[in-house]
């Protein structure tokens, strides 16, 4: 085997593991309905809110790589907007919590392009030719408008342009 492949194993290897302890961790501590509602967050208001009188910038720095790292691992934003949204307020919170999106659906579209590219480019190029020719004329207005477009889970919707080989510059704008 090359270099290139042992690099993908391994790499893929520990992204595995990262997200099993992760998710192991995340299970422990909370239940799926702590992320689906609202009682968590009011429950440590307190905190939450000494935190951030007493260190916001901490507290968005921090916000900002846990909801990157959050997309990277799982991929979904939902519960990241509720906090972010009661942490911070409407318009702070909403450009932390877009930006945090944003970088870590990047992160994770570099990520997937590196692991996933050739296997999905043999597997989708001659099924979606349409659609790639489509996307290679303008593929930015096309991108937002598949950003757009409901129903499609979020972790899936930051790989999929994959298929299209999207430029980096326009996914992460499309994505904002």
């Known amino acids: 085997m090359d270099n290139i492949k042992k690099t993908k194993i391994l790499l893929g290897t520990a992204y595995i593991i990262i997200l099993s302890v992760f998710l192991w961790v995340l299970f422990s501590n909370f239940s799926i309905k702590d ?8 429950s440590n208001t307190d905190i939450l809110n000494n935190i951030k009188d007493n260190n916001l910038i901490f507290l968005s720095l921090g916000f900002f790589l846990f909801t990157v790292v959050w997309v990277l691992l799982l991929g979904f934003g939902s ?20 930006l945090s999106l944003s ?31 489509k ?19 979020f972790f899936i919707q930051n790989l999929i342009p994959l298929i299209f080989n ?11």
């Open 103 to 133: 970088c870590g659906c990047t992160l994770l579209y570099i990520f997937g392009s590196y692991l996933f590219k050739n296997i999905i480019e043999k597997k989708f190029s001659s099924k979606f030719s349409y659609l790639i020719n």
């Open 166 to 176: 999207i430029s980096l510059k326009n996914y992460f704008f499309g994505s904002l």
């Open 135 to 153: 996307f290679k004329k303008n593929e930015f207005l096309y991108f937002v408008i598949f950003r757009a477009i409901g129903g499609i889970p």
């Open 79 to 98: 519960p990241i907007l509720l906090i972010g949204g009661f942490i911070f307020g409407k318009w702070i919170g909403s450009i932390i919590v877009i």
């Open 35 to 42: 992320f689906s509602s609202y009682e968590i967050i009011k």
